[in-house]
């Protein structure tokens, strides 16, 4: 191999996911919470004896704290207290944002060890993210939570589901955050896990790949004119063509996973998704999420003429461009 030759990244540290509970004060007509809202928290007691076996089984330093809603967890900030006295450096908290109605409420949170959190946002104005989250006032208690955590000077940045409502909003969601928003790190556009929707009316949330595309790739360039980083996730990254280098996956940490059955090692490249023929000759297929076997039997067909292998896939950028160089978790 040529000495001139771009090296792949390495893979960044396993990282610790623990989910609290499923309950949400929110009704995301995509949640991955499968409507499971209403059911009970786990106890504290269960929550700190998952973080004790994820810390004896593995060297970790950074855990992703997520719901449900773990804001509204009773217990929340004695979770965080814990993992911060069980040496996680970086714990960080996926989260509707409503919660931090006050800069002392994110005082709290900080004190106890919170040092990044990622908010989702699904759409760029009141009516569409209300429209999806279907909480009325949420978009004022998000945008309010958005800016407490900002002025704590926080680590953070934005999570938004491609869905059909907000599939012609992407740009508009960009230049929203840009101009209501100061300080965020980036914002990350996620397509839905089908297996999760479940019980869901999948009709009128997901759309083809062939859709996808160019949304995706007109949200990046708006990102781009704006200088705000915008990253895809669950996308196969040949669909962002000469932005491939912003698929998160490049550079995704394996992670422990926490459900209330079991804790394991995992990855984000599932076995239950598809390699096409096609990918064999592709340089992204070690990280490409690969297509979702659910995808195939929603949509019956796949247009294989999108999915171009890539080559010569240019890592310098991805060193540059992506936010795992700091094993900020994902
Ligand atoms: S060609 Fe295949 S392996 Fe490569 S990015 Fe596309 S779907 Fe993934």
Redesign the pocket.
């Known amino acids: 191999m040529s000495s001139t030759m771009p090296v792949a990244p390495a893979r960044p540290k396993p990282q610790a996911y623990l989910r609290v509970g499923y309950a949400c004060n929110g009704r995301c007509t995509f949640c991955c919470a499968q409507g499971g809202w209403s059911r009970p928290m786990r106890k504290l007691e269960e929550l700190k004896q998952e973080i004790d076996k994820m810390v004896c089984e593995m060297d970790l330093e950074s855990i992703s704290i997520s719901g449900g809603e773990p804001t509204i967890h009773p217990d929340i900030l004695e979770v965080i207290r814990y993992c911060k006295q069980n040496a996680f450096r970086n714990i960080h908290l996926n989260s509707n944002g409503r919660e931090f109605k006050t800069r002392e409420i994110v005082g709290r949170y900080v004190e106890a060890g919170m040092n990044s959190v990622m908010i989702g946002i699904h759409g760029p104005n009141r009516e569409l993210q209300e429209g999806i989250h279907r909480v009325k006032g949420s978009f004022d208690q998000m945008v309010t939570g958005v800016k407490n955590i900002a002025a704590a000077g926080l680590f953070h940045r934005f999570f938004t589901v491609i869905c059909k409502a907000n599939m012609d909003h992407l740009p508009e969601i960009v230049r929203f955050c840009n101009d209501t928003f100061h300080g965020f790190h980036s914002m990350i556009f996620c397509y839905p896990v089908i297996k999760e929707l479940e019980g869901f009316d999948k009709d009128s949330i997901l759309i083809p790949y062939s859709q996808v595309q160019p949304r995706i790739q007109a949200a990046i360039e708006k990102g781009i004119e704006l200088g705000v980083r915008v990253q895809a996730q669950l996308v ?4 962002l063509g000469e932005y ?1 280098y912003l ?1 998160t996956e490049i550079r995704r940490p394996d992670f422990f996973a926490s459900e209330p059955t079991h804790t394991k090692l995992t990855s984000f490249i599932e076995e239950d998704r598809l ?2 023929p ?2 064999r000759s ?4 070690h990280f ?4 979702q076997y659910d995808y195939v039997r929603y949509f019956a067909d796949l247009p294989a003429d999108i ?4 080559r010569d896939l240019d890592y310098r950028r991805v060193s540059m461009d992506t936010v795992s160089e700091r094993n900020i978790p994902l």
Request: charged share 20%; hydrophobic share 35%.
């Open positions: 196969p990254p040949c669909l491939h698929a390699l096409l096609t990918c592709c340089e992204a297929k490409c999420p690969r297509i999915f171009r292998p890539l």
